[in-house]
């Protein structure tokens, strides 16, 4: 099995700065795609950023500029920095990790979330 756990989250004015991160655990041989998803109250769960396991990343257009995801391949770690906070930011965020667990054999794994809010 393979387990993720997020973690960093909590409240925060806006303009400041939080930084999540998500550990992977349990039975991997490698990960491929390193993710943050998001889900504000009332709306569907959109891709914030992602990040494969050769360093090529993608953002949301929404947080280009202020959001930044690393990831540490030794440690399965998965970071997201995220500066200038507004209030739309708020919501759920979640890891996902494409997982190969044996050779040959992959998953897609999330995390239970960890909830951002930014409001004054």
């Known amino acids: 099995q393979v387990q993720l756990v997020e973690s960093g989250g909590g409240l925060v004015q806006p303009g400041g700065s939080l930084r999540l991160s998500c550990a992977a655990s349990?039975?991997?041989?490698?990960?491929?795609?390193m993710s943050w998803y998001r889900q504000a109250p009332g709306k569907e769960r959109e891709l914030v950023a992602h990040?494969?396991?050769?360093?090529?990343?993608n953002y949301a257009d929404s947080v280009k500029g202020r959001f930044t995801i690393s990831r540490d391949n030794a440690k399965n770690t998965v970071d997201l920095q995220m500066n200038s906070l507004k209030p739309e930011d708020t919501g759920v965020y979640y890891c996902?990790?494409?997982?190969?667990?044996?050779?040959?054999?992959?998953?897609?794994?999330w995390g239970p979330g960890t909830l951002v809010t930014v409001s004054s």
């Open positions: 996902k990790c494409g997982v190969v667990y044996e050779v040959g054999r992959y998953l897609e794994v």
């Open positions: 349990g039975s991997i041989f490698s990960i491929n795609v």
């Open positions: 990040m494969t396991r050769g360093g090529f990343i």
